[in-house]
T-cell receptor, first 111, second 113 residues
Framework: GNSVTQMEGPVTLSEEAFLTINCTYT??????LFWYVQYPGEGLQLLLK?????DKGSNKGFEATYRKETTSFHLEKGSVQVSDSAVYFC??????????FGRGTSLIVHP | DTAVSQTPKYLVTQMGNDKSIKCEQN?????MYWYKQDSKKFLKIMFS???????INETVPNRFSPKSPDKAHLNLHINSLELGDSAVYFC????????????FGNGTRLTVT
């Protein structure tokens, strides 16, 4: 079946550091790929998405590129802020795909 | 206006009781979902309805029964609650097309004592 694997956390960074959270997926065909963010006590919110190979999704300084050849969708941000501290989920869905989430990666940013 | 709303936000109950969680979305979406999030933040899909019809029913004990009276509502009823049912339950909705993301409610934290 389809699956999403993302790096285990927590990821702990200082403010203004560079962030990478790795995500790879297994699926037949070409699902759409998403990153969601979850702040404490809240539901998941869409952060960015990409719908086909080589697409780059971006939002609030975060970026991820849909790499079909490596089945990856790594999340990056050039300079993190304390307010970025949250849990980040990589996911695939679309069409006949059951929306499937990775295990989540907790990000902690220190001042 | 809240797009996906769940009630209650917190639910504390004893083993063996029966409880319900309600979910409503005002986005006009045709597909709704229930997810269970455990203490390690792992999200597991439980059910999905499309236009009031059940389309996804993962391996969930039959003590859990979803009900969709219309496409804007998807409720979850749980019978004979067990300690292991303690988790955060999220309702979500989406349009049934390739690019549509899920919109989540803020969750219901269920604690079974």
């Amino acid at each position: 079946g389809n699956s999403v694997t993302q790096m285990e956390g927590p990821v702990t960074l200082s403010e203004e550091a560079f962030l990478t959270i790795n995500c790879t997926y297994t699926a037949t065909g070409y699902p759409s790929l998403f990153w969601y963010v979850q702040y404490p006590g809240e539901g998941l919110q869409l952060l960015l998405k990409a719908t086909k190979a080589d697409d780059k999704g971006s939002n609030k300084g975060f970026e991820a590129t849909y790499r079909k050849e490596t089945t990856s969708f790594h999340l990056e941000k050039g300079s993190v802020q304390v307010s970025d501290s949250a849990v980040y989920f990589c996911a695939l869905s679309g069409g006949s795909y059951i929306p499937t989430f990775g295990r989540g990666t907790s990000l902690i940013v220190h001042p | 206006d809240t797009a996906v709303s769940q009630t209650p936000k917190y639910l504390v109950t004893q083993m063996g009781n029966d409880k319900s969680i309600k979910c409503e979305q005002n986005l006009g979406h045709d597909t709704m979902y229930w997810y269970k999030q455990d203490s390690k933040k792992f999200l597991k899909i439980m059910f999905s309805y499309n236009n009031k019809e059940l389309i996804i029913n993962e391996t969930v004990p039959n003590r859990f029964s979803p009900k969709s009276p219309d496409k804007a509502h998807l409720n979850l009823h749980i019978n004979s609650l067990e300690l292991g049912d303690s988790a955060v339950y999220f309702c979500a909705s989406s349009q049934m097309d390739t690019n549509s993301p899920l919109h989540f409610g803020n969750g219901t934290r269920l604690t079974v004592t």
